[in-house]
């Protein structure tokens, strides 16, 4: 397993409780939408307090590697959200096939519960700069209207036609209620990012109603904090 050493640049507070990390990227090169794990030996001894997956909310061509979470009082969090410029994380294990590289003009359907946003996020932007099209309908559940990265999506449709975004607030994400919003969509292959209750779930529920699914599970969240 090779370890890196990313050294911390800065931070910056998103929406509600949700902070961005700013990490450089050590030469790491990733996939848009793929994940690292993350280890803080400061956070505890055991690996359950001081390791944690993470979506790279970041896209490749912005050349850093970010962080994006809700802060909370797990012991990971805790170390994270007191580390300053300068200081070093450890990771490993890149990897995920969340991603989004197909070129054929064919549309699909992201669907995001929270922080579930982010791998959302670094494939838009990297799509962005490789020129290539949005055709994508997004449905972005928040449980508040306090939603992370908001107007970074509301800058892509803008400018961007073929991109639709639906913001839904205190919404419950269930399977019904995502296919009544897509009607006429559901044989568009779907992304679903969230926490890990609700994507396991909905997933299963999609999956049986033939909706062809792809899945990025978040762990340590639930239905009412994420």
């Known amino acids: 397993m090779h370890i890196h050493d990313l050294k911390l640049l800065s931070t910056k507070p998103e929406a509600g409780n949700v902070k961005t ?3 450089e990227t ?3 090169e990733w996939i848009a939408g793929q994940y690292l794990a993350y280890v803080l030996p400061q956070a505890g001894p055991t690996t359950n307090e001081n390791e944690h997956w993470f979506t790279i909310a970041s896209a490749p061509n912005e050349e850093e590697i970010h962080i994006s979470t809700r802060i909370s009082q797990s012991p990971f969090k805790t170390a994270l959200n007191a580390m300053k410029p300068g200081d070093e994380i450890q990771t490993h294990s ?3 096939d969340f991603t989004w590289e197909e070129d054929d003009g064919k549309r699909v359907v992201f669907v995001a519960g929270g922080i579930g946003s982010t791998p959302f996020r670094s494939i838009l932007l990297e799509r962005v700069a490789k020129k290539k099209p949005l ?4 449905l972005y559940f928040n449980r508040t209207d306090e939603i992370p990265f908001i107007d970074e999506f509301r800058s892509l449709a803008s400018k961007h036609s073929e991109f639709g975004m639906m913001p839904i607030v205190g919404e419950k994400i269930t399977a019904e209620a995502i296919l009544s919003k897509i009607s006429g969509k559901e044989k568009q292959a779907m992304y679903l990012s969230g926490p890990e209750p609700m994507v396991e779930s909905v997933g299963a529920e999609l999956k049986t109603k033939g909706v062809n699914i792809k899945q990025d599970w978040f762990p340590g969240y639930t239905d009412q904090n994420f």
């Open 21 to 23: 990390f700013i990490f």
């Open 94 to 96: 890149l990897g995920g």
């Open 26 to 28: 050590g030469g790491i």
């Open 135 to 138: 055709n994508a309908t997004f």
